[in-house]
Structure formats: structure tokens, C-alpha cells
Nanobody
Framework: QVQLVESGGGLVQAGGSLRLSCAAS????????MGWFRQAPGKEREFVAG????????NYADFVKGRFTISRDNAKNTVYLQMNSLEPEDTAVYFC???????????????????WGQGTQVTVSL
């Protein structure tokens, strides 16, 4: 089992940047493909970005392509989400997740993920 703790959220003006981190417990972090999701008030949780075990394969939702970058540091048991050119529409709680499935893949749906963090709030103002 793995425990996930997100950090780095906050309030930022439109056009600004934030870097989210997700720290994982345990010594088997590299076994997991990782992902970031978000949920805005009144909306369903949606996929943002995913990364395979070694970081060589990534996938992004269309609405963040070119603005967000997912990466991981297996030595630090941490996955990151660099968010640039933030827009008010990016306001949401952001969650990281770990998938126990085949770790060379990138997973795109929340059903594929087995462990979830508590989330970190990102608020983008005009």
C-alpha cells in the first residue's frame, strides 16, 4: 500500500504558475504509474496528466497540453505537476493517484488508480 500527500496548492493570479508535489510513502514508488486529477465545485473529477514508472511516457488532457508538465523523481518518491499559464478555469482541488497496474503504461481514467491523496486546492483569480 502507498500513502500520498499533495502540496503546493494555493492562490495565484491568472497567467501565473504553481508547482504541485505529491510525496509517496514506502520503498516501492517506482512500481506505480502515477496521475494527477482535479475536481472543480459541482463537477466530476477529471484526468489532468499521467506518467509511467520511469517518466518516459506521459499523457495529458487536451485542456492542459502545452501548459502543464508532469514529472517524477523516483529517488525522492515524488511526482510533480508544473502548472504554467494558469486560468480561472483551472481552479479545482488537485489529487494525485497511484496505479498498481502494469507500470510501464500511462492510465487515463480514475478507475485505473488504486490509491489517492487528500488533494490540494488551487485557486486562480482574474
Amino acid at each position: 500500500q502507498v500513502q500520498l500527500v499533495e502540496s503546493g496548492g494555493g492562490l495565484v493570479q491568472a497567467g501565473g504558475s504553481l508547482r504541485l508535489s505529491c510525496a509517496a510513502s514506502g520503498r516501492t514508488f517506482s512500481r506505480y504509474a502515477m496521475g494527477w486529477f482535479r475536481q472543480a465545485p459541482g463537477k466530476e473529477r477529471e484526468f489532468v496528466a499521467g506518467i509511467n514508472w520511469n517518466g518516459l511516457s506521459t499523457n495529458y488532457a487536451d485542456f492542459v497540453k502545452g501548459r502543464f508538465t508532469i514529472s517524477r523523481d523516483n529517488a525522492k518518491n515524488t511526482v510533480y505537476l508544473q502548472m504554467n499559464s494558469l486560468e480561472p478555469e483551472d481552479t479545482a482541488v488537485y489529487f494525485c493517484a497511484a496505479a498498481r497496474g502494469t507500470n510501464w503504461r500511462v492510465y487515463l481514467t480514475d478507475d485505473d488508480y488504486d490509491y489517492w491523496g487528500q488533494g490540494t486546492q488551487v485557486t486562480v483569480s482574474l
